[in-house]
């Protein structure tokens, strides 16, 4: 399952590192290319709340087996598409179908012991959060050595194998639920105001991911600017401090097994805040800034790995549409950090947009601090 969730996250990224290359070959203009991919993100938050919530209405093996079915297809479709205006509706289809990985952490903790979920999550996480790392890098590497093309191509077939796979691996389980499918959609909104532990967890993560988006958006613009002008390829390198991430969310998961995950969240969101106040005024040393990001990227997320480990606790036979909506919630935290980032750096410096991350850590720290959600059992949702 993490391998598969690895793989399912990472489609949604190899094309940006060859967006030129993909202009040049469509004889169009980057800016054009750009907005093509921007479909990517749009589809990605479609898949989250109207495919993740299938797996616990139907067999997840299915489910899992026709999401990467159709993704394998769609990859495959985006490397014949002769047109920017015919990648972008394509490039959705990618990013709706890429949400599998929050599927398969769904499955997982379904069908993890209750002693083991937080532990199994962080491994299935750890895939995640490979993914978002390798897409980038694997999908430039392939691109420079077979096209842009080729390279969707050999995305296609991976996720064709790992559709079998699914059907062969994936434990015969049945769905859990009998509530009926656009039953559930609309029951998405209403469990913001019958849980409490989702509210505080969907607050605290979309400010974390926040700070997350707008350190690393933030810092693209200003390492792009004098007096750096790095090129591209070196400010790419920057996301290999992401890899301490990977180790991080599988501490995390026995930490949160063995402490609880209020504990791990607070320790974690302390670690980045601290790093990321310090990167404000450290990018010019290029040792300590990847110290403070390899800190800043394992503080938060072992962070996400305890507190999706308890949304995902409030109904432990079917955690899939309280996923769906903590993700929602989460990943509009993200946008919106991308965006101010970009825009901070360039209105009043780069200390300015990591004091921002730093501030949104501290209230989120906070928040966990102060409010204490009550325990509960099972929610029904059936």
């Known amino acids: 399952m993490s391998v598969a969730a690895a793989l399912g996250t990472s489609t949604i990224y190899p094309m940006q590192p060859a967006i ?9 203009q980057i800016a054009a290319v750009g907005i093509a991919l921007a479909f990517g993100p749009i589809g990605y938050m479609i898949g989250l709340a109207l495919l993740v919530p299938l797996v616990d209405r139907f067999a997840p093996a299915r489910v899992l087996a026709a999401q990467f079915g159709v993704l394998a297809c769609a990859l495959a479709a985006s490397a014949a598409v002769p047109t920017a205006i015919l990648l972008g509706p394509v490039v959705g289809v990618v990013g709706a179908c890429s949400a ?7 499955v997982a903790s379904r069908l993890a012991p209750r002693q083991r979920r937080a532990t199994v999550l962080g491994i299935v996480t750890a895939g ?19 096209g842009w093309r080729g390279m969707l191509l050999v995305f296609a077939t991976a996720c064709g194998l790992v559709a079998v796979c699914c059907l062969v691996a994936v434990p015969k389980s049945l769905g859990t639920t009998q509530r009926g499918y656009l039953a559930t959609l609309r029951s998405l909104p209403g469990l913001f105001a019958l849980h409490s532990t989702l509210r505080l967890a969907a607050l605290c993560g979309s400010l974390w991911f926040f700070a997350f988006c707008v350190i690393w958006a933030g ?3 200003a390492l792009s600017e004098p007096p750096f002008s790095y090129p591209a390829e ?12 990977i180790l991080a969310t599988q501490v995390a998961g026995r930490g949160t097994d063995r402490f609880g995950a209020r504990r791990v969240i607070v320790v974690g969101l302390v670690l980045a805040g601290v790093a990321a106040a310090t990167v404000g005024f450290s990018l010019a040393n290029t040792v300590v800034t990847l110290i403070c990001l390899a800190v800043f990227d394992a503080g938060l997320f072992a962070a996400q790995v305890a507190n999706q480990s308890a949304v995902l606790a ?10 769906s909506a903590y993700m929602l919630v ?9 965006a101010c980032g970009a825009a901070t750096v360039e209105l009043f410096g780069w200390p300015a947009a990591a004091m921002i991350a730093a501030s949104a850590i501290g209230i989120a720290a906070t928040l966990t601090l102060l409010i204490r959600p009550p325990s509960q059992s099972a929610a029904p949702a059936r």
């Open 20 to 28: 030129a290359d993909v202009a040049d070959s469509l004889g169009t």
């Open 314 to 323: 409030i109904d432990p036979a079917a955690p899939a549409r309280f996923n």
């Open 100 to 106: 599998v990985g929050a599927g398969l952490s769904s």
């Open 234 to 245: 070196r400010i790419g390198l920057y996301a290999l401090a992401g890899l301490s991430g």
């Open 128 to 146: 995640i959060s490979a993914g978002i790392l390798a897409g980038r890098i694997v999908g430039g590497w392939l691109a420079d050595e077979i």
């Open 219 to 221: 810092m693209a613009v």
């Open 330 to 338: 989460y990943f509009v935290g993200g946008s919106v950090g991308t």
